[in-house]
C-alpha cells in the first residue's frame, strides 16, 4: 500500500505564497499521475493541479497561472508552489496518487490546511 505524508500547509496573508510537498512510499511513483486536490468548507473536492509520468501539467482555472505543480522522482515527492494566493484558496489540500493502471487503486493523502486571511 502507497502512503502519501503531506507537509507545508499553514496559515498565510493574502498575496503570500506557500509550498506543499507530498513524499510518496513505494517503487513506482514515478508512473503515477500525480495531483493535488482541494475542498473548501462547505464545498466538493475539487482538482488543483496535476502531473503525469511524462510532466505533463493540468491546472484548474482559478489557479491557473499562479500555482505550479511540480515533482521529484528521485524523492518521491510532488510539490504544489501556490503564489499569489487567494482567500478563496482557503482549502484542506489533498495528495493524490493514480495508481490504477499499476496497483489497481488509487491513493490519497491525509490532507493538509491550507488558511489565506489577513
Known amino acids: 500500500q502507497v502512503q502519501l505524508v503531506e507537509s507545508g500547509g499553514g496559515l498565510v496573508q493574502p498575496g503570500g505564497s506557500l509550498r506543499l510537498s507530498c513524499a510518496a512510499s513505494g517503487s513506482n511513483f514515478a508512473w503515477y499521475t500525480m495531483g493535488w486536490y482541494r475542498q473548501a468548507p462547505g464545498k466538493q473536492r475539487e482538482l488543483v493541479a496535476r502531473?503525469?509520468?511524462?510532466?505533463?501539467?493540468n491546472y484548474a482555472n482559478s489557479v491557473q497561472g499562479r500555482f505550479t505543480i511540480s515533482r521529484d522522482n528521485a524523492k518521491n515527492t510532488v510539490y504544489l508552489q501556490m503564489n499569489s494566493l487567494k482567500p478563496e484558496d482557503t482549502a484542506v489540500y489533498y495528495c493524490?496518487?493514480?495508481?490504477?493502471?499499476?496497483?489497481?487503486?488509487?491513493?490519497w493523502g491525509q490532507g493538509a490546511q491550507v488558511t489565506v486571511s489577513s
Open positions: 502531473i503525469t509520468s511524462v510532466l505533463t501539467t
Open positions: 493524490h496518487a493514480d495508481g490504477s493502471w499499476l496497483d489497481r487503486i488509487d491513493y
